[in-house]
C-alpha cells in the first residue's frame, strides 16, 4: 500500500475517504499463469494502460509509485505455486470532512495478490438470462474503463440473474443491443463466424476479448465486430463468455433455451486451447512477463 507491504488486516482506509463516499477508484484484475514452475504474468504492459487511461477518465492527479515494480514485489513476498490474480486500485483516500465530489487526489496505491478461483463453468458451459438491467451507457459511466462504480450497474443485473436462476446474465445497452456480461465480455459464433459487440457497445475494453479476436484472426477464423440484438442470440451456434477470470467458459443456455445442442462448441473449445497455449507462453511469447 503506498509503497509498503501492509499486513491484509491493516489494510484500511477513512470512512469518509472519497473512495468510500463516492466510489472514487478504479483498478486491474490481471492474471498471472503458473507454468513449468514460473509465474507469468500476461499481457502486464496492457492491462497497465489501461488502468493509466481510467485514471486518465477519472480526472484523477496521478501516484508517486511505480506499479509494475509493486506488482513483482508483492507476487515475490508470497511465492505462489498456482494461478494469481493481481489486482492494482488506484483510489483517493483521506480524512478530511471538507472533501468534495470534485477531489481529484493524490491517488492512493493497493496491489493486492491472490489465488485466481478456477471457473466452474469452464467445461460444463453455462446458462444465462438476458437481463432486464440496462448496461450504463457511455455518457452516464463509461463501460469502457474499470471503475468501481461501474460494478454497481453490474452487481444489480448479476444478482437478479442467481435470484432467477440462472449462472450469469448479459445486458443489452440503452440502444438495445447486446453489450457484455457482469464481469465479462461476449461472442457468439454463427457459420464459423465470431460475432462479439464492437468497441462502442458499452463494454470494458477487454485484454481477454482482444486476445481471443487475435487468436482467432491468426488461426484463419473469420470475426465480425457488430451489434447484435436479443433474438439474434437465439440463433447462435455456440456462446461464450471471456475475461481474465472467465477465460473462454461456454454459455450453453440463453433464456432458458438451449445454444445449439445444448453442449460446448467445437470452435469455442478451439479458442479455449489457443488461449491456454498463449497464457501460458507456448504462443505469441511478447504477451508473458515472467517474474524472476
Ligand atoms: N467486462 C467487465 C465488466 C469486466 O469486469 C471484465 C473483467 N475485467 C471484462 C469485461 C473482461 O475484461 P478482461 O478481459 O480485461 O478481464
Redo the contacts with the bound molecule.
Sequence with gaps: MNGKIVPWTEARVHVFSPVVRYATAVF??I?GFFHTQRMNVFRLDD?LR?LNYSQKMMRFSGIDHDIREGIFEVIKIHSFQEDILIRPMIYLDGESPGGSIGTTGPGSLAITVFPMPQNRFIDSGCRIQVSSWTRMSDNSMP?RI?ATA??QN?RLADLQSKHDGYDSCLLLNSRGYVS??????FAMIRDGVIITPDINSD?????????ILKLAKSDGIMIEQRNITRSELYTADEAFY?????SVTPIVGIDGLPVSDGKPGKLTSRLQELYRKATRGEINQEWSTLVQ
Excluded: F, H, M, V
Design positions: 486491474e484484475s492474471p492491462y489501461r463501460a474499470k461501474n460494478y453490474s457484455e456480461g457482469p464481469g465479462q465480455c463494454i470494458l475494453e477487454s485484454i481477454t476479448r482482444d486476445t471471456c475475461g481474465s477470470t472467465w
